[in-house]
């Protein structure tokens, strides 16, 4: 791998590794320590999921615009404001702001990120994209790990490490992401025309697909919201719900080489990758739905994981193989913003079932929106000319 990708995935980890001490227990938090109710846990997320779907279209349109080093910077530089306020001010309810504040901080920063992965490596197609997916992960399981134990001691820790990781990566992004040359794209008005004619076409598949990747990450996301509540109801520590999602990153960060051999192996393209980890989704929850011990949800996060390496490299790849040139961090932004909007969805979707009805009601909702998902991917790439054969339209593998 280039020497570029690799300062993007140094970073990519240290970022993530300052943001899984907090997002896995802001529910917790929200919910336990100032006494809201799991409706309002939603809408706060809510909140927040919608600031950084502000922040991937306009990180996306900032990538196009000023290159990604630019965006970059400034994400960094607005989440590290809020961060620092979330630091001294953690009540309600500044917390409110403070969060909403970091998610559109925070969604500026990943379209960049994934653009320039995909621009720096292209001849690496989907593998750019499983590297930063890995480094997303390892972030996932070294910080939420440290953020349980943390947690366990005392919130402010939390909301410091944050913040010194934060310090961390804008200074990796100021000294290695400067040098990054990412090719921009020079049309004449003929090329103008075609590309304006085919993006029409890619840019529907791109949100059909979309659909799909929406409504799983609104089911996704009730690992940190409403299962993460019931976890404590049933009086499994905060310490365990941590290790959970440490286990999660290990597996994801171990697995990769075992899973990008049986994807060689099955020729899978990337809607059969797709298809593929939404059914291990749906095992997955229905394994969830009936636990109610340690050992139960072990078994169903175990599962989980292996769904989404599945799923979640997969859609990116996508979007950037049916981007146009020069359009490479919109559709990026696109992709990101939906993940980010069934993060938002899925918080207040899940509290107001809960709430209303039953954990049990919750998982019959969830796997109706496998099911659909199911009818996206298999329908996206219908108005194509050019199928996606072995995952790409470009040829990349």
């Given at each position: 791998?280039?020497?570029?990708?690799?300062?993007?995935?140094?970073?990519?980890?240290?970022?993530?590794?300052?943001?899984?001490?907090?997002?896995?227990?802001?529910?917790?938090?929200?919910?336990?320590?100032?006494?809201?109710?799991?409706?309002?846990?939603?809408?706060?997320?809510?909140?927040?999921?919608?600031?950084?779907?502000?922040?991937?279209?306009?990180?996306?349109?900032?990538?196009?615009?000023?290159?990604?080093?630019?965006?970059?910077?400034?994400?960094?530089?607005?989440?590290?404001?809020?961060?620092v306020g979330l630091s001294i001010w953690?009540?309600?309810?500044?917390?409110?702001?403070?969060?909403?504040?970091?998610?559109?901080?925070?969604?500026?920063?990943?379209?960049?990120?994934?653009?320039?992965?995909?621009?720096?490596?292209?001849?690496?197609?989907?593998?750019?994209?499983?590297?930063?997916?890995?480094?997303?992960?390892?972030?996932?399981?070294?910080?939420?790990?440290?953020?349980?134990?943390?947690?366990?001691?005392?919130?402010?820790?939390?909301?410091?490490?944050?913040?010194?990781?934060?310090?961390?990566?804008?200074?990796?992004?100021?000294?290695?992401?400067?040098?990054?040359?990412?090719?921009?794209?020079?049309?004449?008005?003929?090329?103008?025309?075609?590309?304006?004619?085919?993006?029409?076409?890619?840019?529907?598949?791109?949100?059909?697909?979309?659909?799909?990747?929406?409504?799983?990450w609104v089911a996704y996301s009730q690992?940190?919201?409403?299962?993460?509540?019931?976890?404590?109801?049933?009086?499994?520590?905060?310490?365990?719900?941590?290790?959970?999602?440490?286990?999660?990153?290990?597996?994801?960060?171990?697995?990769?080489?075992?899973?990008?051999?049986?994807?060689?192996?099955?020729?899978?393209?990337?809607?059969?990758?797709?298809?593929?980890?939404?059914?291990?989704?749906?095992?997955?929850?229905?394994?969830?739905?009936?636990?109610?011990?340690?050992?139960?949800?072990?078994?169903a996060m175990i599962i989980l994981t292996?769904?989404?390496?599945?799923?979640?490299?997969?859609?990116?790849?996508?979007?950037?193989?049916?981007?146009?040139?020069?359009?490479?961090?919109?559709?990026?932004?696109?992709?990101?913003?939906?993940?980010?909007?069934?993060?938002?969805?899925?918080?207040?979707?899940?509290?107001?079932?809960?709430?209303?009805?039953?954990?049990?009601?919750?998982?019959?909702?969830?796997?109706?929106?496998?099911?659909?998902?199911?009818?996206?991917?298999?329908?996206?790439?219908?108005?194509?000319?050019?199928?996606?054969?072995?995952?790409?339209?470009?040829?990349?593998?």
């Amino acid at each position: 791998m280039p020497r570029a990708l690799w300062l993007l995935i140094i970073g990519m980890a240290v970022n993530v590794i300052g943001s899984s001490f907090l997002w896995p227990l802001n529910t917790i938090y929200i919910h336990d320590h100032l006494g809201k109710s799991l409706s309002v846990a939603g809408i706060v997320l809510m909140l927040n999921s919608g600031a950084n779907v502000i922040g991937n279209l306009y990180g996306g349109h900032l990538f196009d615009k000023i290159g990604g080093y630019k965006s970059i910077i400034m994400g960094i530089a607005i989440s590290l404001f809020a961060l620092v306020g979330l630091s001294i001010w953690h009540d309600w309810p500044q917390y409110v702001v403070f969060l909403t504040i970091t998610g559109f901080g925070t969604g500026i920063i990943f379209p960049s990120m994934y653009a320039m992965a995909g621009s720096v490596w292209k001849e690496g197609g989907r593998k750019s994209f499983n590297a930063l997916y890995v480094a997303q992960n390892l972030g996932v399981a070294v910080g939420a790990s440290l953020g349980g134990i943390v947690a366990d001691y005392s919130f402010q820790l939390i909301f410091l490490a944050n913040t010194i990781m934060y310090v961390i990566f804008l200074l990796i992004a100021v000294f290695g992401y400067k040098g990054i040359l990412v090719e921009n794209a020079i049309h004449d008005q003929k090329e103008k025309a075609i590309t304006v004619v085919k993006s029409k076409a890619n840019l529907q598949a791109l949100l059909i697909v979309c659909g799909g990747y929406l409504l799983c990450w609104v089911a996704y996301s009730q690992w940190t919201t409403t299962i993460a509540s019931y976890t404590q109801e049933i009086n499994i520590s905060l310490t365990q719900y941590s290790l959970l999602w440490t286990i999660n990153g290990a597996i994801i960060v171990l697995g990769q080489p075992i899973l990008n051999g049986v994807l060689k192996q099955l020729s899978a393209s990337l809607k059969m990758q797709i298809l593929i980890g939404i059914g291990i989704f749906i095992v997955s929850f229905l394994v969830a739905g009936k636990a109610s011990a340690f050992s139960g949800f072990l078994v169903a996060m175990i599962i989980l994981t292996i769904g989404e390496m599945f799923i979640w490299p997969a859609v990116p790849t996508i979007a950037f193989d049916l981007a146009p040139k020069g359009r490479e961090g919109f559709y990026q932004g696109i992709v990101n913003s939906t993940a980010t909007g069934g993060r938002m969805v899925g918080p207040l979707l899940g509290g107001i079932i809960v709430d209303m009805y039953s954990m049990s009601a919750l998982f019959f909702v969830l796997i109706g929106l496998f099911l659909i998902a199911i009818v996206t991917t298999l329908m996206y790439d219908r108005g194509l000319k050019t199928k996606m054969v072995s995952g790409t339209v470009r040829g990349q593998m």
